[in-house]
């Protein structure tokens, strides 16, 4: 029987926007990334099997997913490295039993967590440290994985590593090449 998701792209998940990549960019180039990056990932979420939605804060999700009993994805909005193999990796942990997939960014902090079944306390806390995720999933008797890790795109570094990546998907390379040149 094939999975059903809820997935949920939670604002509160993004990293801090550092305000020195807004200044480097200009407020229409960094506004514009910042729509194609949380595009790529409403379109990821979209075609990931279920349903899909959007949420403000790890508070807003438990109401959306009412009556949904089977696993869940939260997302965050700033990952433009988010591709079908992160579920694929996140599917095989469930497969193995695991309760919380846990994907980090560089930063530490979740971009992406895969949960067996919509556990309230892990939902409410989406964008926790890895360690008290880890701890909330233990506590309940679940085990967890890890996921492979990714970068944001939150502040110049992020810029400027997307700028140099020569596989950095969503035409970043383009984009950035005015404000960072080679």
């Known amino acids: 029987m094939r999975r059903r998701f809820a997935v949920v792209v939670v ?25 194609v990056v949380r595009a790529h990932v409403v379109r990821w979420a979209r075609a990931v099997p279920g349903e899909a939605y959007e949420a403000a804060r790890g508070e807003d999700v438990p109401p959306l997913l009412h009556g949904h009993d089977g696993p869940v994805v939260l997302v965050a909005p ?3 490295g988010l591709a079908p193999h992160h579920l694929h990796a996140a599917c095989d942990d469930l497969d193995a039993g695991v309760t919380l997939a ?56 992020d810029a400027r590593a997307w700028r140099a990546d020569p596989v950095a998907p969503l035409g970043l390379r383009d984009l950035l090449a005015p404000v960072f040149p080679r």
Do not use: K, T, Y
């Open 78 to 80: 700033d990952v433009p």
């Open 102 to 157: 846990f994907g980090a960014a560089g930063d530490g902090l979740p971009f992406l967590l895969v949960l067996a079944s919509p556990d309230p306390d892990l939902l409410r806390r989406a964008g926790d440290p890895f360690d008290d995720l880890a701890a909330i999933a233990a506590a309940g008797g679940g085990s967890f994985g890890m996921l492979r890790q990714e970068r944001r795109l939150a502040s110049v570094a």
């Open 11 to 35: 604002d509160a998940m993004a990293a801090p926007r550092d305000p020195a990549l807004r200044d480097r960019l200009g407020p229409e180039l960094d506004d514009h990334l910042r729509a």
